[in-house]
């Protein structure tokens, strides 16, 4: 009997993983990517408890790694340069594991690629379902990377197609309809990249946080590597900021009061990186992420935000979770996909809400009560008896990152 064979479109965490799972079942699975080869290490996440048992579960958590230092400060700043002890990603409640995106990605790389047919620049243009399989149309696109400009297609059957392929996915479209159906805006756009250079007056390995009603910036700081940017702001014209150069919607966002020293080495960091994500915020929402042979995960079905903290646990964890149940039902796919989206969409809904309320107002306050209940957990913060009282407090909003979802 042949092994069932699975399209898995995209090579991020998601679809890595579950390339990883499926081949452990038994089955053959094939990844497409739409770039032309690996994409470099990414900017910062966190691994909370969700993510780091699916991963210890999976045999790569220490191949992931932990960038974090253990004598890290991170600073409130103003403005002006005046500065305060704060509380910073890595003293969340969940002692999240500081990386880089790559650093995941990576560690399923090295398990994944001896053992299943990789192929880049390609991409589905067409899938037609059927009840013992899926058409899939793929378009593979010479280049650089390739030597040729060739662009060839050809159809081939899969047993079952999988959407890891990110926020504007291709298989979602061509699957359930265009991406304004499912995607919602959280009015805010992001600037991510990587510091050359360390904020003058702060040592390489501390973070920092301006923070005003509306909009922010933060640096994440690593044990061996340069530290991650972000800024954060409110929009409520999205499609006006990529009208202009990402540096020039930035400056505009923190103006028009003067910069001040820290926020103009940030943005004047931007501006000088080799490399930078600038993008709108949204969630996906469906009610459903699969048919009977094809089924969307992480991103593509899902999308938690950056603010909610929780985008690589949980693309680890459905993952994992859809391997399991699969390998459970044996040829009942159908079935497989029904009571993998059952377990998990109660975890999802609740993680959505939390990432545009809680995880939101952490990241950027919103109004001028944001702000100043923030400076007040600041000063409490700066105190050992109040910092202890604060990450009891916070325990209680962050208890739901801890959940092993994926353990049956």
């Known amino acids: 009997m042949r092994s069932p064979r699975a399209l898995i479109v995209g090579m991020g965490i998601g679809g890595l993983a579950t390339a990883m799972r499926l081949h452990e079942i038994g089955w053959e699975p094939v990844i497409v990517e739409r770039a032309e080869q690996r994409r470099p290490a990414g900017y910062f996440i966190g691994l909370f408890e969700t993510g780091r048992a699916t991963a210890q579960r999976m045999g790569v958590l220490d191949a992931i790694g932990n960038r974090a230092g253990a004598d890290s400060i991170t600073y409130d700043v103003e403005r002006s340069g005046k500065r305060r002890p704060g509380l910073g990603y890595g003293d969340l409640p969940g002692d999240p594991r500081l990386i880089l995106r790559g650093d995941i990605e990576a560690a399923l ?38 030597g040729t400009t060739e ?8 047993d079952l197609v999988v959407g890891a392929d990110g926020l504007r996915s291709t298989v979602r479209r061509l699957a359930f309809g265009p991406d304004a159906r499912f995607m919602r805006p959280l009015n805010h756009i992001i600037g991510a990249t990587i510091l050359k250079e360390p904020v003058p007056g702060f040592r390489p390995h501390d973070g920092i946080v301006l923070a005003e009603p509306g909009r922010s910036a933060w640096t994440f700081p690593f044990t061996d590597h340069n530290p991650g940017l972000l800024f954060s702001y409110r929009t409520d014209d999205e499609d006006a900021q990529f009208r202009r150069p990402p540096i020039e919607s930035l400056r505009r966002a923190f103006g028009p009061e003067p910069t001040g020293p820290v926020l103009e080495h940030l943005l004047e960091q931007f501006e000088q990186a080799d490399d930078h994500l600038f993008d709108s915020v949204h ?20 999308c938690l935000t950056l603010y909610s903290g929780m985008g690589a646990s949980t693309a680890l964890a459905g993952a ?18 029904r009571e993998w989206q059952q377990r998990l969409s109660p975890f999802m809904a609740a993680q959505q809400r939390s990432g545009r309320t809680q995880g939101l107002t952490m990241f950027v306050p919103q109004n001028r009560k944001d702000k100043a209940l923030r400076t007040i957990m600041q000063s409490l913060v700066s105190r050992p008896l109040g910092k202890r009282v604060m990450t009891a407090l916070a325990a209680r909003q962050f208890k739901e990152k801890s959940v092993d979802i994926a353990a049956v």
């Open 109 to 146: 790389h090295d398990v994944v690629a001896p053992r299943t047919e990789i192929r880049y620049a390609t991409t589905p243009v067409a899938l037609d379902e059927a009840p013992d399989g899926v058409d899939v149309t793929l378009r593979t696109t010479g280049g650089a990377a390739a």
């Open 151 to 158: 662009t060839t297609e050809t159809t081939e059957r899969f």
């Open 283 to 302: 969630q996906v929402e469906m009610e459903s992420w699969h048919t009977d042979r094809v089924v969307l995960l992480g991103d593509s079905a899902w």
């Open 320 to 337: 994992d979770l859809l391997g399991t149940l699969l390998q459970r039902n044996g040829d009942g796919i159908p079935r497989a996909l």
